[in-house]
Protein backbone atom coordinates (compact mmCIF):
# COMPACT_ATOMS: atom_id res chain seq x y z
CA UNK A 1 0.00 0.00 0.00
CA UNK A 2 2.98 2.25 0.32
CA UNK A 3 3.14 2.79 -3.32
CA UNK A 4 -0.31 4.07 -3.21
CA UNK A 5 0.01 5.98 -0.21
CA UNK A 6 2.49 8.46 -2.06
CA UNK A 7 0.32 8.38 -4.93
CA UNK A 8 -2.28 9.34 -3.61
CA UNK A 9 -0.68 12.09 -1.40
CA UNK A 10 0.57 13.41 -5.11
CA UNK A 11 4.07 13.97 -3.91
CA UNK A 12 6.61 16.07 -5.10
CA UNK A 13 9.20 18.40 -4.23
CA UNK A 14 8.78 21.69 -2.27
CA UNK A 15 5.37 20.77 -1.00
CA UNK A 16 4.72 20.27 2.95
CA UNK A 17 3.06 16.77 4.21
CA UNK A 18 1.80 16.45 7.88
CA UNK A 19 2.62 12.59 9.10
CA UNK A 20 -0.52 12.31 11.38
CA UNK A 21 0.42 8.85 12.83
CA UNK A 22 4.63 9.01 12.12
CA UNK A 23 5.14 6.29 14.71
CA UNK A 24 8.34 4.49 13.28
CA UNK A 25 9.06 6.85 10.80
CA UNK A 26 8.20 4.16 7.58
CA UNK A 27 6.11 6.17 5.22
CA UNK A 28 7.77 10.32 6.31
CA UNK A 29 11.28 8.45 5.24
CA UNK A 30 9.20 7.69 2.15
CA UNK A 31 7.83 10.96 1.03
CA UNK A 32 11.28 12.69 2.31
CA UNK A 33 12.96 10.07 -0.26
CA UNK A 34 10.99 10.69 -2.97
CA UNK A 35 10.06 14.18 -2.68
CA UNK A 36 13.54 16.13 -2.58
CA UNK A 37 12.91 19.09 -0.73
CA UNK A 38 9.71 18.57 1.11
CA UNK A 39 9.35 18.88 4.85
CA UNK A 40 7.33 16.96 7.02
CA UNK A 41 5.47 17.31 10.16
CA UNK A 42 5.23 14.39 12.34
CA UNK A 43 3.20 13.98 15.02
CA UNK A 44 2.97 10.75 17.61
CA UNK A 45 0.99 10.86 21.04
CA UNK A 46 4.09 8.35 21.72
CA UNK A 47 7.51 9.57 22.76
CA UNK A 48 9.07 6.18 21.80
CA UNK A 49 7.92 6.21 18.68
CA UNK A 50 9.22 9.70 18.37
CA UNK A 51 12.47 8.38 19.14
CA UNK A 52 12.53 5.96 16.47
CA UNK A 53 11.61 8.31 13.83
CA UNK A 54 14.16 10.69 14.72
CA UNK A 55 16.83 8.10 14.17
CA UNK A 56 15.47 6.85 11.11
CA UNK A 57 14.92 10.39 9.44
CA UNK A 58 18.26 11.76 11.07
CA UNK A 59 19.51 12.14 7.18
CA UNK A 60 17.21 14.31 6.29
CA UNK A 61 17.82 16.95 9.38
CA UNK A 62 16.50 20.29 8.41
CA UNK A 63 13.46 18.57 6.20
CA UNK A 64 11.14 17.46 9.21
CA UNK A 65 9.91 18.66 12.69
CA UNK A 66 8.24 16.07 15.46
CA UNK A 67 5.71 17.21 18.06
CA UNK A 68 4.74 15.19 20.75
CA UNK A 69 0.91 15.70 20.63
CA UNK A 70 -2.90 13.90 19.55
CA UNK A 71 -3.20 14.34 16.29
CA UNK A 72 -6.80 16.47 16.78
CA UNK A 73 -4.35 19.13 17.81
CA UNK A 74 -3.00 19.35 14.39
CA UNK A 75 -4.46 23.29 14.65
CA UNK A 76 -2.16 24.09 16.99
CA UNK A 77 0.70 22.95 16.04
CA UNK A 78 0.24 24.93 12.60
CA UNK A 79 -0.28 27.85 14.57
CA UNK A 80 2.78 27.57 16.79
CA UNK A 81 4.49 26.89 13.44
CA UNK A 82 3.21 29.84 11.25
CA UNK A 83 1.25 27.30 8.40
CA UNK A 84 -1.86 28.19 7.39
CA UNK A 85 -2.50 24.88 4.95
CA UNK A 86 -0.18 21.48 4.13
CA UNK A 87 -0.12 19.72 0.39
CA UNK A 88 -0.81 16.48 1.80
CA UNK A 89 -1.85 14.96 5.58
CA UNK A 90 -1.24 11.06 6.23
CA UNK A 91 -3.30 9.25 9.05
CA UNK A 92 -2.22 5.77 9.51
CA UNK A 93 -4.54 4.50 12.71
CA UNK A 94 -4.00 1.87 15.53
CA UNK A 95 -0.50 0.54 16.30
CA UNK A 96 2.31 0.22 15.01
CA UNK A 97 4.46 -2.67 15.13
CA UNK A 98 7.06 -2.32 17.67
CA UNK A 99 4.29 -0.86 20.06
CA UNK A 100 2.35 -4.09 19.69
CA UNK A 101 5.29 -6.40 20.09
CA UNK A 102 6.82 -4.41 23.24
CA UNK A 103 5.20 -6.79 25.90
CA UNK A 104 5.64 -4.04 28.37
CA UNK A 105 2.94 -1.74 26.96
CA UNK A 106 0.48 -4.36 27.39
CA UNK A 107 -0.52 -4.35 23.76
CA UNK A 108 -0.89 -8.27 23.26
CA UNK A 109 -2.43 -11.24 24.64
CA UNK A 110 0.83 -12.38 25.51
CA UNK A 111 1.65 -9.71 27.70
CA UNK A 112 2.18 -10.82 30.99
CA UNK A 113 3.73 -7.36 32.21
CA UNK A 114 0.59 -5.18 33.25
CA UNK A 115 -2.21 -4.13 31.68
CA UNK A 116 -1.58 -0.82 30.04
CA UNK A 117 -2.51 -0.20 26.86
CA UNK A 118 -1.54 4.07 26.69
CA UNK A 119 -0.19 5.02 23.63
CA UNK A 120 0.93 7.85 25.63
CA UNK A 121 2.56 7.15 28.62
CA UNK A 122 2.33 10.37 30.24
CA UNK A 123 -1.74 10.31 30.09
CA UNK A 124 -3.79 8.97 33.46
CA UNK A 125 -6.18 6.31 32.22
CA UNK A 126 -4.86 2.89 31.98
CA UNK A 127 -6.23 -0.51 30.75
CA UNK A 128 -6.32 -1.20 34.23
CA UNK A 129 -8.75 0.98 35.15
CA UNK A 130 -10.64 0.48 32.33
CA UNK A 131 -10.89 -3.18 33.12
CA UNK A 132 -10.95 -3.31 37.24
CA UNK A 133 -12.93 -0.04 38.04
CA UNK A 134 -15.85 0.29 35.57
CA UNK A 135 -19.00 -1.01 35.73
CA UNK A 136 -20.48 -3.79 34.11
CA UNK A 137 -22.45 -1.29 32.01
CA UNK A 138 -19.52 1.05 31.21
CA UNK A 139 -18.18 -2.05 30.22
CA UNK A 140 -20.78 -3.35 27.68
CA UNK A 141 -20.67 -0.41 26.24
CA UNK A 142 -16.87 -0.30 25.29
CA UNK A 143 -16.96 -3.81 24.65
CA UNK A 144 -19.53 -3.05 22.19
CA UNK A 145 -17.58 -0.09 20.01
CA UNK A 146 -16.70 -3.04 17.81
CA UNK A 147 -19.60 -4.84 17.08
CA UNK A 148 -20.04 -8.79 18.32
CA UNK A 149 -23.25 -7.14 19.84
CA UNK A 150 -24.38 -10.64 20.67
CA UNK A 151 -21.85 -11.26 23.64
CA UNK A 152 -21.13 -8.15 24.96
CA UNK A 153 -23.49 -8.23 27.94
CA UNK A 154 -21.18 -12.19 28.66
CA UNK A 155 -17.88 -10.76 28.46
CA UNK A 156 -18.66 -7.84 30.11
CA UNK A 157 -20.27 -9.50 33.25
CA UNK A 158 -17.84 -12.16 32.97
CA UNK A 159 -14.95 -9.56 33.52
CA UNK A 160 -17.04 -7.81 36.56
CA UNK A 161 -17.41 -11.22 38.20
CA UNK A 162 -13.70 -12.59 38.30
CA UNK A 163 -12.59 -9.70 39.54
CA UNK A 164 -15.02 -9.58 42.39
CA UNK A 165 -13.84 -13.90 43.26
CA UNK A 166 -10.50 -13.49 42.53
CA UNK A 167 -9.03 -9.79 42.60
CA UNK A 168 -8.08 -7.28 40.14
CA UNK A 169 -7.26 -8.54 36.57
CA UNK A 170 -3.40 -7.76 36.25
CA UNK A 171 -2.22 -8.58 32.81
CA UNK A 172 -3.48 -8.41 29.20
CA UNK A 173 -2.39 -12.45 28.92
CA UNK A 174 -5.10 -13.06 31.78
CA UNK A 175 -7.84 -10.73 30.56
CA UNK A 176 -7.01 -12.46 27.05
CA UNK A 177 -7.46 -15.70 28.86
CA UNK A 178 -10.97 -14.66 30.82
CA UNK A 179 -12.85 -13.42 27.96
CA UNK A 180 -11.87 -16.51 25.62
CA UNK A 181 -12.90 -18.47 28.00
CA UNK A 182 -15.80 -17.12 27.72
CA UNK A 183 -17.19 -16.67 24.18
CA UNK A 184 -17.08 -18.93 21.12
CA UNK A 185 -14.35 -19.17 18.68
CA UNK A 186 -15.14 -17.18 15.17
CA UNK A 187 -14.99 -20.44 13.55
CA UNK A 188 -13.67 -19.12 10.16
CA UNK A 189 -10.92 -17.68 12.43
CA UNK A 190 -7.37 -19.26 12.14
CA UNK A 191 -4.98 -20.84 15.05
CA UNK A 192 -2.80 -18.06 15.24
CA UNK A 193 -4.99 -15.44 15.62
CA UNK A 194 -6.00 -15.13 19.69
CA UNK A 195 -10.06 -15.19 20.09
CA UNK A 196 -9.80 -12.11 22.39
CA UNK A 197 -7.99 -9.89 19.87
CA UNK A 198 -11.50 -8.03 18.52
CA UNK A 199 -11.48 -7.35 22.47
CA UNK A 200 -8.65 -6.41 23.50
CA UNK A 201 -8.76 -4.15 20.77
CA UNK A 202 -12.00 -2.53 22.30
CA UNK A 203 -10.03 -1.68 25.50
CA UNK A 204 -7.56 -0.20 23.55
CA UNK A 205 -9.54 2.09 21.86
CA UNK A 206 -11.35 3.39 24.95
CA UNK A 207 -7.74 3.74 26.99
CA UNK A 208 -6.35 6.16 24.06
CA UNK A 209 -10.07 7.31 23.04
CA UNK A 210 -9.36 6.33 19.40
CA UNK A 211 -12.87 6.91 17.84
CA UNK A 212 -12.98 10.54 18.98
CA UNK A 213 -9.80 11.12 18.18
CA UNK A 214 -9.99 9.66 14.40
CA UNK A 215 -13.50 11.56 14.06
CA UNK A 216 -11.64 15.04 15.19
CA UNK A 217 -8.25 14.30 13.02
CA UNK A 218 -10.36 13.87 9.93
CA UNK A 219 -11.98 16.69 10.35
CA UNK A 220 -9.02 19.05 11.44
CA UNK A 221 -7.46 17.32 8.31
CA UNK A 222 -9.80 18.36 6.10
CA UNK A 223 -9.81 22.09 7.23
CA UNK A 224 -5.56 22.39 7.18
CA UNK A 225 -5.33 21.04 3.56
CA UNK A 226 -4.61 23.85 0.80
CA UNK A 227 -7.89 24.02 -1.02
CA UNK A 228 -7.89 22.85 -5.01
CA UNK A 229 -5.27 20.33 -4.52
CA UNK A 230 -4.46 19.45 -0.96
CA UNK A 231 -4.74 15.62 -0.78
CA UNK A 232 -6.14 13.40 2.57
CA UNK A 233 -4.59 9.80 2.86
CA UNK A 234 -6.03 7.28 5.48
CA UNK A 235 -4.88 3.85 6.00
CA UNK A 236 -7.45 1.83 8.10
CA UNK A 237 -7.01 -1.40 10.12
CA UNK A 238 -9.95 -2.51 11.75
CA UNK A 239 -14.01 -2.84 10.49
CA UNK A 240 -14.95 -0.03 12.82
CA UNK A 241 -12.23 2.42 11.46
CA UNK A 242 -13.06 1.51 7.89
CA UNK A 243 -16.92 2.42 8.68
CA UNK A 244 -16.03 5.69 10.64
CA UNK A 245 -13.74 6.84 7.98
CA UNK A 246 -16.24 6.61 5.16
CA UNK A 247 -18.89 8.40 7.14
CA UNK A 248 -16.82 11.32 7.91
CA UNK A 249 -15.06 11.34 5.02
CA UNK A 250 -19.01 11.46 2.87
CA UNK A 251 -20.10 14.24 5.23
CA UNK A 252 -17.45 16.30 4.56
CA UNK A 253 -18.04 15.94 1.01
CA UNK A 254 -21.21 17.22 1.57
CA UNK A 255 -21.51 18.99 4.70
CA UNK A 256 -25.52 19.43 6.26
CA UNK A 257 -26.10 22.64 8.01
CA UNK A 258 -25.33 22.19 11.83
CA UNK A 259 -28.14 25.55 12.02
CA UNK A 260 -31.24 26.61 9.62
CA UNK A 261 -29.48 29.39 7.76
CA UNK A 262 -29.41 33.31 9.38
CA UNK A 263 -31.95 34.39 6.00
CA UNK A 264 -33.38 32.35 3.15
CA UNK A 265 -30.26 34.03 0.83
CA UNK A 266 -27.54 32.64 2.93
CA UNK A 267 -25.34 30.13 1.22
CA UNK A 268 -25.17 26.45 2.26
CA UNK A 269 -21.99 25.07 3.76
CA UNK A 270 -19.54 23.94 1.14
CA UNK A 271 -17.76 21.00 0.77
CA UNK A 272 -14.26 20.73 1.89
CA UNK A 273 -13.06 17.63 0.44
CA UNK A 274 -13.93 15.21 -2.76
CA UNK A 275 -13.95 11.80 -1.38
CA UNK A 276 -11.35 10.40 -4.21
CA UNK A 277 -12.08 6.44 -2.91
CA UNK A 278 -15.50 6.10 -2.08
CA UNK A 279 -14.64 2.22 -2.68
CA UNK A 280 -11.45 2.32 -0.55
CA UNK A 281 -8.44 0.33 -1.77
CA UNK A 282 -7.08 -3.19 -0.58
CA UNK A 283 -3.69 -4.57 -0.94
CA UNK A 284 -3.29 -7.13 -3.99
CA UNK A 285 -2.79 -11.38 -2.95
CA UNK A 286 1.14 -10.13 -3.67
CA UNK A 287 1.29 -7.68 -1.21
CA UNK A 288 -0.34 -9.91 1.24
CA UNK A 289 1.37 -12.80 0.55
CA UNK A 290 4.70 -10.77 1.16
CA UNK A 291 3.47 -9.53 4.11
CA UNK A 292 0.13 -11.09 6.01
CA UNK A 293 0.03 -8.14 8.18
CA UNK A 294 -1.54 -5.60 5.50
CA UNK A 295 -4.74 -7.93 4.77
CA UNK A 296 -6.83 -5.75 6.87
CA UNK A 297 -5.11 -2.90 5.35
CA UNK A 298 -7.64 -0.53 3.49
CA UNK A 299 -6.76 3.12 1.75
CA UNK A 300 -9.21 6.24 1.58
CA UNK A 301 -7.97 9.24 0.09
CA UNK A 302 -9.82 12.74 -0.47
CA UNK A 303 -8.58 15.73 -2.36
CA UNK A 304 -9.50 19.63 -0.81
CA UNK A 305 -11.55 21.64 -2.76
C1 LIG B 1 0.38 2.28 12.48
S1 LIG B 1 1.47 3.31 13.38
C2 LIG B 1 2.15 4.35 12.15
C3 LIG B 1 3.29 3.75 11.40
C4 LIG B 1 3.90 4.72 10.40
N1 LIG B 1 2.94 5.11 9.39
C5 LIG B 1 5.13 4.15 9.73
O1 LIG B 1 5.14 4.02 8.49
O2 LIG B 1 6.13 3.85 10.41
C6 LIG B 1 0.38 4.38 14.21
C7 LIG B 1 1.04 5.39 15.12
O3 LIG B 1 0.06 6.39 15.39
C8 LIG B 1 0.17 6.81 16.72
N2 LIG B 1 -1.14 7.36 17.07
C9 LIG B 1 -2.32 6.72 17.15
N3 LIG B 1 -3.29 7.57 17.46
C10 LIG B 1 -2.74 8.81 17.55
C11 LIG B 1 -3.25 10.11 17.82
N4 LIG B 1 -4.53 10.30 18.05
N5 LIG B 1 -2.38 11.14 17.82
C12 LIG B 1 -1.06 10.95 17.56
N6 LIG B 1 -0.52 9.73 17.32
C13 LIG B 1 -1.35 8.67 17.31
C14 LIG B 1 0.55 5.56 17.47
O4 LIG B 1 1.22 5.89 18.68
C15 LIG B 1 1.49 4.87 16.47
O5 LIG B 1 2.83 5.22 16.69
Not at 29 to 37: D, K, R, T, Y
Not at 78 to 104: F, P
Request: charged share 25%; with cysteine.
Amino acid sequence: MAEAVLEYLDIASGRTYVDMTIGPGGHSQLILQNAPESFVIGIDRDEQALSMAQQRLAKFAGRFRLFHRRYSQLPQILEEMGIDKVDGILIDTGLSRDQMLDLARGFSFESTEGLDMRMDRSQKLTAYQVVNEYSARQLQEVLGSIGRRREVRKVANRIVSFREGSGPIRTTAQLAEIIAATIARPSKWGKKRHPATPWLMAIRIEVNNELQELKDGLHVAAEALLPGNGRLVVLTWAGHEHHLVRRELRALQKPSPSEPPAHPNAESPQPLIKYLTPKPLYPDEEEIRRNPAVRTCRLHAAQAV
